[in-house]
């Protein structure tokens, strides 16, 4: 149905939905940075049912192995 683009800046920086989102089939965000920094991405993605994938935290998206 519908995925959604976040952005965290830095590593000590704060998840953040940049409102961009895509309802198509496929699909591309644009995403311009505002300084020389390191920057993580994420995609929530929400199906035909209404379920959703959770709002990002660093425990969710960098797993240690």
């Known amino acids: 149905k ?3 683009l976040w952005v965290k ?3 000590n ?3 953040v939905n940049t409102g961009q989102s895509n309802s198509g089939a496929s699909g591309s965000f644009t995403f311009t ?5 390191i920057y993580f991405f994420y995609l ?3 199906d035909n049912a209404g379920n ?3 709002v990002p935290t660093d425990a ?3 797993r240690k192995l």
């Open 2 to 4: 519908a995925v959604r």
């Open 60 to 62: 969710t998206v960098f």
């Open 33 to 37: 940075s505002t300084s020389k920094n």
């Open 44 to 46: 929530q993605a929400e």
């Open 52 to 54: 959703t994938t959770p």
């Open 9 to 11: 800046t830095g590593y």
């Open 13 to 15: 920086g704060s998840w």
